[in-house]
């Protein structure tokens, strides 16, 4: 199933730990070096479409301040969809790349690597 960038920046930035919802937002911005700002509202429709998928479920929750606090987690079969949308990724990346070289339009990549 490929997956809009949203949600696999979201997956990507649960992959080595649970974050509640603001640390996912960080971590996104992060992750796609500033291209992508998730607004609460979306964010948290998607944390809720991808517990309902079985992809997210809530690891624990605390309260700070006096507001509670929801840390999310990715499951086994969240981990496994990421990495299926990884090799899709790859592939995609690979055979474009072939295609350039072919033609003699690939430039080289940072580090001269290409």
């Not at 974050?19 to 944390?47: C, D, N, P």
């Not at 507001?67 to 990495?83: C, F, I, M, S």
């Amino acid at each position: 199933m490929a997956v809009q960038e949203p949600t696999f920046f979201i997956l990507t930035a649960l992959a080595e730990r649970p974050l509640h919802g603001y640390g996912v937002m960080q971590a996104v911005g992060e992750l796609s070096a500033g291209r992508l700002t998730l607004r609460a509202g979306t964010l948290y429709a998607a944390l809720d479409r991808l517990t309902d998928d079985g992809l997210v479920v809530v690891d624990r929750e605390e309260a700070v301040d006096g507001r509670l606090r929801r840390y999310y987690r990715l499951t086994d079969h969240g981990a496994a969809e990421l990495h299926a949308e990884v090799e899709r990724l790859r592939a995609n990346a690979s055979l474009a790349a072939a295609r350039l070289r072919k033609a003699g339009r690939l430039r080289p990549a940072a580090g001269g690597v290409g």
